[in-house]
């Protein structure tokens, strides 16, 4: 199984990306997916939570984020894409893609750079 993410890009403030993820493989069943950033300077702590989705279609989003970004999923072809608007220079990040699986184990995607700059 792996996570392969696209979408990542130098944007302008104020500006659009779209942040998509696929979980690739088989014999695999996903509970939660997710994005989590890191963003520079912070490269020793752990990652922080963007937005996720249940498999129920619960989602929850960083306060930093709320009414700017949007988490979705396609649950048929495993699939999870983060819409976000109004980016700003603090938004700059490497943003991961994470899929928790039904069988208790974690993955996370490689990482996909965004930059917000004018």
């Known amino acids: 199984v792996d996570l392969v993410e696209s979408g990542g890009g130098l944007v302008q403030p104020g500006g659009s990306l779209r942040l998509s993820c696929a979980a690739t493989g088989s014999g695999f069943s996903i509970n939660g997916m997710g994005w989590y950033r890191r963003t520079p300077g912070k490269e020793r702590e752990p990652r922080e939570m963007?937005?996720?989705?249940?498999?129920?279609?619960?989602?929850e989003y960083a306060n930093f984020v709320k009414g700017r970004f949007t988490i979705s999923r396609d649950y048929a072809k495993n699939t999870v894409a983060l819409q976000m608007n109004n980016l700003k220079p603090e938004d700059t990040a490497v943003y991961y893609c994470?899929?928790?699986?039904?069988?208790?184990?974690?993955?996370w995607g490689q990482g996909t750079q965004v930059t917000v700059s004018s």
């Open positions: 963007v937005a996720r989705i249940t498999s129920g279609g619960t989602t």
């Open positions: 994470a899929a928790d699986f039904t069988d208790n184990t974690g993955l």
